[in-house]
């Protein structure tokens, strides 16, 4: 795994979830929709959730990703 991935492996273990905004302030990667898939391929359950906010005069959409639960 590389350690990027890691990293955000760890996040979405200790705060359930990771959005672009946070992976790019805290992890510098502007890839977290890549770095999710490989964490999926490695079969980490992690679901997509669409947010959408307020910006600069007109909705901005966004991808939140939050951990699932393993197990099923």
Do not use: C
């Amino acid at each position: 795994m590389k350690p990027q991935t890691a990293e955000i492996l760890g996040h979405l273990k200790r705060h359930g979830s990771i959005t672009p905004q946070v992976a790019l302030r805290e992890y510098r990667t502007m890839r977290l929709a890549a770095r999710v898939l490989e964490l999926r391929q490695d079969g980490y359950p992690i679901q997509t959730v669409l947010q959408y906010r307020a910006g600069r005069g007109r909705a901005v959409r966004f991808a939140e990703y939050r951990m699932g639960n393993r197990n099923g």
